[in-house]
């Protein structure tokens, strides 16, 4: 298999993946951008380059699409939150997670101090984006994401970033159990292979919120200007 996935084959997949959620269709919810928030995780260097530690099969092809929703997102909604999966020394912030992974005291896996762990420079974040430092697959395990986003007032929420049957679907479901309303990006969110993001997708759309696509979100942002 090849390490990564292109933009153009994601275009030519992107329809059967949402013919692959669309059973659920009925489930599905109507966004309120006006309170929302975009989380943008984990789209860091170690697993979007070519030579990072943990290359992930549908991240590098989600780069161009997540980028422009931002752009968009971040002229006219807000907020966009970012979070950094690293460790200080995974032997003691990296609990059951970093021995999962077999990751030691001076692994560079994801090393908090080393540019494999920076979010790619193609949609790197802006001054007044957060940043949230997170040592699980969960963006709200011992962070203050929730707290922050009940200070926006934020109802919505919508997931992209890597690895959609990860760190993304983790958050998604944290999200919901907190009673957020989830909004999952087919297309803003990659997986580690095309069967496993199949499987996040239908389960997010099964039992935990909206899968919608990157364009759909814009052509909403744009409604709403």
């Not at 699409?65 to 939150?81: A, F, Q, T």
């Not at 802006?126 to 940043?131: G, I, M, R, Y």
Request: proline share 4%.
């Amino acid at each position: 298999m090849k390490k990564y996935l292109e933009e153009m084959e994601l275009t030519a997949l992107l329809p059967k993946w949402m013919e692959a959620v669309q059973e659920f269709s009925m489930r599905f919810r109507a966004i309120d951008l006006r309170r929302s928030a975009m989380l943008v995780v984990d789209m860091q260097n170690e697993f979007l380059l070519e030579n990072g530690l943990l290359p992930t099969w549908g991240g590098p092809a989600i780069l161009a699409r997540v980028r422009r929703l931002i752009d968009v997102y971040r002229e006219s909604v807000g907020p966009i939150i970012y979070t950094r999966h690293c460790y200080f020394n995974p032997e003691v912030d990296g609990g059951a997670t970093a021995e999962w992974w077999h990751m030691h005291r001076d692994s560079p896996v994801l090393n908090a101090t080393l540019p494999g762990s920076a979010i790619h420079p193609v949609i790197a974040p802006q001054p007044e984006d957060l940043v949230i430092i997170k040592h699980r697959y969960s963006a709200f395990h011992n962070t203050n994401l929730e707290s922050v986003l009940r200070r926006f007032e934020v109802r919505d929420v919508i997931i992209s970033g890597v690895a959609s049957n990860c760190c993304c679907e983790a958050t998604a479901h944290d999200a919901f159990f907190r009673d957020f309303h989830v909004f999952f990006l087919a297309d803003g969110c990659g997986g580690s292979d095309e069967a496993a993001h199949i499987a996040t997708l239908r389960d997010i759309a099964c039992f935990y919120g909206t899968v919608l696509t990157c364009q759909l979100l814009i052509e909403q942002i744009l409604f709403l200007k």
